[in-house]
């Protein structure tokens, strides 16, 4: 079976520090794409950062970067300098190929303290 | 153009009433997706369309469940005979194909409540 593994269901960290939210998952497949998904309160899911399994270099986006490590089939996410609009559920997610559909985690419930 | 819309936000039923979704995606985008959100759990995938094509159904999606996307436009879900299982939020999302691993944009969901 194709998952997805979120192992913090919470975290929280201080404003202006760094977290890593965690991510695991289990495909067989060797063409495939991993994405992290930020879902505020009442708000709807918007993507945060991509990265192509066949590509070594891990993704960065501002403030946003991965640590991706194929052979563990590990993907987390780090976000630095958090800013109170960090505040939100994280999804880990995965796509093979060209396939349409997104397999997700359940999810990382991140608070951001002032 | 403002993003993939969803309509109703919001819907009550009773158990045994059947239920319309209607999602808009972004005009350029070929692809629509419908995913089911329960509380505490990410999304999971229901089925697809390119253009009006359905190309994949999940084995979630029972005989109750129906998705249609004529002319490539605008997707409708429909359920028939709802149960206080299928209480969830449905989210829908558009994408442009490419060479893989599209973005995916998501509308904000319709909340479904069975009574």
């Known amino acids: 079976a194709q998952t997805v593994t979120q192992s913090q269901p919470e975290m929280s960290v201080q404003e202006a520090e760094t977290v890593t939210l965690s991510c695991t998952y289990d495909?067989?497949?060797?063409?495939?794409?991993l994405f992290w998904y930020k879902q505020p309160p009442s708000r709807q899911m918007i993507l945060v950062i991509r990265?192509?399994?066949?590509?070594?270099q891990n993704a960065t986006e501002n403030r946003f970067s991965v640590n991706f490590q194929k052979a563990a089939k590990s993907f987390s996410l780090k976000i630095s300098d958090s800013q109170l609009g960090d505040a939100a559920m994280y999804f880990c997610?995965?796509?093979?190929?060209?396939?349409?559909?997104?397999?997700f985690g359940k999810g990382t419930k991140l608070s951001v303290k002032p | 153009d403002t993003g993939v819309s969803q309509n109703p936000r919001h819907k009550i039923t009773k158990r045994g009433q059947n239920v319309t979704f209607r999602c808009d995606p972004i005009?350029?985008?070929?692809?629509l997706y419908w995913y089911r959100q329960t509380l505490g759990q990410g999304p999971e995938f229901l089925t697809y369309f390119q253009n009006e094509a359905q190309l994949e159904k999940s084995r979630l999606l029972s005989d109750r469940f129906s998705a249609e996307r004529p002319k490539g436009s605008f997707s409708t879900l429909e359920i028939q005979r709802t149960e206080q299982g299928d209480s969830a939020m449905y989210l829908c999302?558009?994408?442009?194909?490419?060479?893989?691993?599209?973005?995916?944009?998501f509308g904000p969901g319709t909340r479904l409540t069975v009574l």
């Open positions: 495909t067989s497949e060797s063409d495939y794409y």
């Open positions: 997610a995965y796509t093979v190929g060209s396939q349409g559909n997104l397999i």
């Open positions: 990265q192509e399994a066949y590509k070594q």
């Open positions: 005009s350029e985008h070929n692809r």
């Open positions: 999302a558009s994408s442009l194909t490419g060479t893989g691993g599209d973005e995916q944009f």
